[in-house]
């Protein structure tokens, strides 16, 4: 019995696993293997390659293409168009479906409109990559990256709130009052 939605125009391939309370709307691809666990939200016209790993509670935005090689966490956020590559250095004329590399998306992250993401790079949890942002290295926990290359413009908590730190290198979510340390380059959240 099928515990998730698909619109009528979604495709299906057989061998995709999809979870319970997952769902998949107008004109999106899932290919085989393809790997979604329960309540992921995947909107139109998304294509999401073999292999390719989502955890639970991912939001998948509308044109977004996702190719074999990435893995998404728990709480990913994917915005509209964006995009993930999966090769190098691509040409046509050269099959390099052997040389895909990997990129992993850590929980909670979100990736803004229109962003690319080159492959091989690992996104940070709870980072947040600005729209249209093109990220070409790995990027820490809790950054805030735009522009084209992507770079560090501050950091961002938990909850999505800009981080403002003290002298002491001490910062207060505005939203959930959690609090982060600044340390060396990397933010943590005091438990």
């Known amino acids: 019995m099928k515990n998730y939605f698909a619109h ?7 061998g995709a696993q999809i979870g319970e ?6 004109f999106s691809h899932l290919m085989p293997n393809c790997v ?19 955890g639970k509670n ?3 935005q509308n044109n977004v293409s996702i190719y ?3 893995i998404c966490e728990d709480d990913v956020f994917l915005g ?13 004329s050269v099959n390099r479906r052997g040389e895909y590399n990997k990129t992993l998306v ?19 949890r709870y980072a947040f990559i600005g729209a ?3 990220v070409t290295k790995d990027i820490p926990d809790y950054a805030l990256v735009v522009g084209n290359p992507a770079k560090l413009l501050g950091w961002m908590s938990e909850y999505g709130h800009r981080l403002e730190f003290d002298a002491e290198g001490r910062a207060n979510c505005p939203e959930s009052n959690q609090v982060y340390k600044l340390e060396n380059n990397k933010v943590v959240r005091i438990k």
């Open 68 to 70: 074999t090689g990435v």
């Open 80 to 92: 509209p168009s964006c995009v993930f590559t999966n090769v190098t250095n691509p040409r046509s």
């Open 58 to 60: 991912v939001k998948v």
């Open 36 to 54: 979604l666990d329960q309540n992921c939200n995947i909107g139109q016209n998304v294509v999401i390659s073999p292999e390719v790993i989502l």
């Open 132 to 134: 249209g942002a093109v």
């Open 21 to 26: 309370g997952t769902k998949i709307w107008h």
């Open 106 to 124: 850590k929980k909670g992250a979100s990736i803004g409109a229109n962003a690319t993401i080159v492959c091989g790079h690992d996104i940070g």
């Open 8 to 14: 009528e125009t979604a495709v299906i391939d057989e």
